[in-house]
T-cell receptor, first 116, second 113 residues
Framework: GAVVSQHPSRVICKSGTSVKIECRSL??????MFWYRQFPKQSLMLMAT?????????EQGVEKDKFLINHASLTLSTLTVTSAHPEDSSFYIC????????????FGQGTRLTVV | GQQVMQIPQYQHVQEGEDFTTYCNSS?????IQWYKQRPGGHPVFLIQ?????EVKKQKRLTFQFGEAKKNSSLHITATQTTDVGTYFC?????????????FGTGTRLKVLA
């Protein structure tokens, strides 16, 4: 199946700093990628849809200025958590769909963010 | 988007027992997908169901889509310890065309050896 690489897998940062998470589709192109947040033992909550070459579409309740998304190419989307606080600590996962493939989503490995 | 409810939330079974998780929606679904997430891992696609009443099998896993396309089930026969994980159903809302996947609440399966 298609491969989505997410980096870093784990990051610990201090309160007030920003953290950038990268999501790359390695062997396919994706005009759209998705960013999810997952709290322990809970489901994946869609945060935003990342659109190549245009602004991301955020879900209700997700702060645009807090979670900056950039989708500069057909294979790369980034999520930047700005001015991180302990409540931002979570598991962040990206996914992408192959433009020419089926409708299944391919997920990155996820990023465990801990804000101290 | 409206989240899809899954039951049960948790299930512990003895190895060799069967397991079923149900996915229920109040609205008609265009399709339903199933994913498995191992502890500490990321979701992995299992199957997609599109047709009313559709049944698909993958070895010990049987997936069904309800006649009204409002519910779906995943049944595992004779569970093994490798089946441990959380099973999510996911839907694509309507005809948005964005393939914005909305995940169900998930069922966490624990298999006791």
């Amino acid at each position: 199946g298609a491969v989505v690489s997410q980096h870093p897998s784990r990051v610990i940062c201090k309160s007030g700093t920003s953290v950038k998470i990268e999501c790359r589709s390695l062997d396919f192109q994706a005009t759209t990628m998705f960013w999810y947040r997952q709290f322990p033992k809970q489901s994946l909550m869609l945060m935003a849809t990342s659109n190549e070459g245009s602004k991301a579409t955020y879900e209700q309740g997700v702060e645009k200025d807090k979670f900056l998304i950039n989708h500069a190419s057909l294979t790369l989307s980034t999520l930047t958590v700005t001015s991180a606080h302990p409540e931002d600590s979570s598991f962040y996962i990206c996914s992408a769909r192959d433009m020419v493939g089926g409708t299944e989503a391919f997920f990155g490995q996820g990023t465990r963010l801990t804000v101290v | 988007g409206q989240q899809v409810m899954q039951i049960p939330q948790y299930q512990h079974v003895q190895e060799g027992e069967d397991f079923t998780t149900y996915c229920n929606s109040s609205t008609t679904l265009s399709n339903i997908q199933w994913y498995k997430q191992r502890p500490g891992g990321h979701p992995v696609f299992l199957i997609q169901l599109v047709k009313s009443g559709e049944v698909k099998k993958q070895k010990r896993l049987t997936f069904q889509f309800g006649e009204a396309k409002k519910n779906s089930s995943l049944h595992i026969t004779a569970t093994q310890t490798t089946d441990v994980g959380t099973y999510f159903c996911a839907r694509l809302p309507g005809t948005s065309g964005t393939y914005k996947y909305i995940f169900g609440t998930g069922t966490r399966l624990k298999v006791l050896a």
